[in-house]
Nanobody
């Protein structure tokens, strides 16, 4: 069974940090671009960050630049999203997605999607 599984979400205070993980099973991530998306209640899904299979190319949306870092460990078949200086507006369900193409600004059709992990930033 081919799937992506996110983990690492939770409740954190403003200014805090979380690290999300996206683990693949049933296939290897080496040849896949991995993207993180998020969707807050009542809002459209937003592309947060994406990274190429070789890690040579990455992109992050302006609102998270300098705070979020995407990385991958192909040996562990896992991609990470380190989130620092979290703010209430970062509250959302975070999803990872995989595709063989690197889409501009991470926007495109993705072959695989995870189920999502909730991130809540609140005092």
């Amino acid at each position: 069974q081919l799937q992506l599984v996110e983990s690492g979400g939770g409740l954190v205070q403003p200014g805090g940090s979380l690290r999300l993980s996206c683990a693949a099973s049933g296939f290897t991530l080496d040849d896949y671009v991995i993207a993180w998306f998020r969707q807050a209640p009542g809002k459209e899904r937003e592309a947060v960050s994406c990274i190429s299979g070789s890690s040579r190319i990455s992109y992050s949306t302006d609102s998270v630049k300098g705070r979020f870092t995407i990385s991958r460990d192909n040996a562990k078949n896992t991609v990470y999203l380190q989130m620092n200086s979290l703010q209430p507006e970062d509250t959302a369900v975070y999803y990872c997605a995989a595709d063989r193409s690197f889409w501009a600004r991470c926007l495109g059709e993705y072959e695989y999607w995870g189920q999502g992990t909730q991130v809540t930033v609140s005092s």
